[in-house]
Each structure stands twice: as structure tokens, then as C-alpha cells.
T-cell receptor
Framework: GAGVSQSPSNKVTEKGKDVELRCDPI?????LYWYRQSLGQGLEFLIY????????KSGLPSDRFSAERTGGSVSTLTIQRTQQEDSAVYLC???????????????FGPGTRLTVL | KNEVEQSPQNLTAQEGEFITINCSYS?????LHWLQQHPGGGIVSLFM???GKKKHGRLIATINIQEKHSSLHITASHPRDSAVYIC????????????FGKGTRLSVIA
């Protein structure tokens, strides 16, 4: 079946502009995650959606970052007033159940490479 | 100190060699994950384990909960194994994010 898809695959923007990154999770997966991978750094958790529960936003680095998940499926990560330090690969993942006592496998999308000039 | 430490950071091997990548962590966990990231960025989950050993093809993952240590082994390595291997843990404290190591970059030369 189809995996996690993300769009665009690459995004170049100017400092100060807003960007929207899209994630389409695997159908039926209740959990959706956003991560960021900066050059030379490990994966960094940003935000987690689980079903209809309030999202876990504890990883968002500033209030310029926000995300929403409509209808329990597609998610959009928005970065307002982009800065050069926002340049990174933004990865989305989904899983059947999510975190908790029973962890399950996360399936990753190909990522969106964001470059802020 | 990072909660998840991997070693080595970089590894170059000749085709056919046996490879070991190590992961140590400092928190109580419910599970440990090994991920593979190929050039181009795609990430694939290789293993999720909470005890003992798992094997898939030429890949073997082991974990020692008491020592807070896991190893990923690759037997009969091949150039297509060249990738970044990432260790991540699910902390024991319930609904909390995965904590990732910085990855080990493996290059297998023919």
C-alpha cells in the first residue's frame, strides 16, 4: 500500500516568508509525528498527533512553528517568518497506535528539504 | 550528555566485513528502535526491541536492558548497506517522544 508522502520534496524560501509543509500519513494510522533533521544533527521531535487528542507540541522550537491535522489524516506544518536556522529536512512519520505503554513502528515519509536564504 | 549515544560516528568497512554499531542510553525505556537512513533521506525502521535479540536477514539487533546498551550487527556487509544507522529509544515515562542518537554513518567499500 501507499506509504507516508510529503510535499514539497524541496522548498527554497527567503528569510521572513511563511512556508507550509504537507504530510499524508498511511491510511488508518492514528498517530502522526513531525521531526526535524538539521545538517549534522540527529532527528529532533517537533509535534505529535494522536487521534482526536490534543497534540503534544513540546518539541516546537518557537511560536513561529505550528501544525494542524485535519480530519485525523493530512497534516500541515507551518513555519512563519522563516529564519536561516530553520533550514533542515522536515520529516513526517505515522504509526498505527502511537506512544504509550505499547510502542509501535513509525513509518517515515521522504522528508521536505527546506532552505531559507 | 545526550540521553542516547552511538558509536562509532563514522565507519568505513570493506565488503564482506562483519560490522557492529553500538548504542548506549541513560533513561529507562519501553523499547529501542534501530532505523536506517539512506542517502536521499528516506528512513526505514529496521527493528524495535525491548529484550533479547532480533534477526532479519543479515541484520541482527541485540539489547541488554540491565546495561542500557544495544548493538546492531551486519554480517557479510555489502555496499548497499551504506547508510546512516540511527538508534532511538521510547522512554519509560509513558506518552513521550522518541529520543534519537545522532546516527552512525556507514560506508561499505567494494
Amino acid at each position: 500500500g501507499a506509504g507516508v508522502s510529503q510535499s514539497p520534496s524541496n522548498k527554497v524560501t527567503e528569510k521572513g516568508k511563511d512556508v507550509e509543509l504537507r504530510c499524508d500519513p498511511i491510511s488508518g494510522h492514528t498517530a502522526l509525528y513531525w521531526y526535524r533533521q538539521s545538517l549534522g544533527q540527529g532527528l529532533e521531535f517537533l509535534i505529535y498527533f494522536q487521534g482526536n487528542s490534543a497534540p503534544d507540541k513540546s518539541g516546537l522550537p518557537s511560536d513561529r512553528f505550528s501544525a494542524e491535522r485535519t480530519g485525523g489524516s493530512v497534516s500541515t506544518l507551518t513555519i512563519q517568518r522563516t529564519q536561516q536556522e530553520d533550514s533542515a529536512v522536515y520529516l513526517c512519520a505515522s504509526s498505527l497506535n502511537g506512544w504509550g505503554r505499547v510502542t509501535d513502528t513509525q513509518y517515515f515519509g521522504p522528508g521536505t528539504r527546506l532552505t531559507v536564504l | 550528555k545526550n540521553e542516547v549515544e552511538q558509536s562509532p560516528q563514522n565507519l568505513t568497512a570493506q565488503e564482506g566485513e562483519f560490522i557492529t554499531i553500538n548504542c548506549s542510553y541513560s533513561v529507562g525505556i519501553s523499547a529501542l528502535h534501530w532505523l536506517q537512513q539512506h542517502p536521499g533521506g528516506g528512513i526505514v525502521s529496521l527493528f524495535m526491541l525491548s529484550s533479547g535479540k532480533k534477526k532479519h536477514g543479515r541484520l541482527i539487533a541485540t539489547i541488554n536492558i540491565q546495561e542500557k546498551h544495544s548493538s546492531l550487527h551486519i554480517t557479510a556487509s555489502h555496499p548497499r548497506d551504506s547508510a546512516v544507522y540511527i538508534c532511538a529509544v521510547s522512554p519509560n515515562s509513558g506518552n513521550t517522544p522518541l529520543v534519537f542518537g545522532k546516527g552512525t554513518r556507514l560506508s561499505v567499500i567494494a
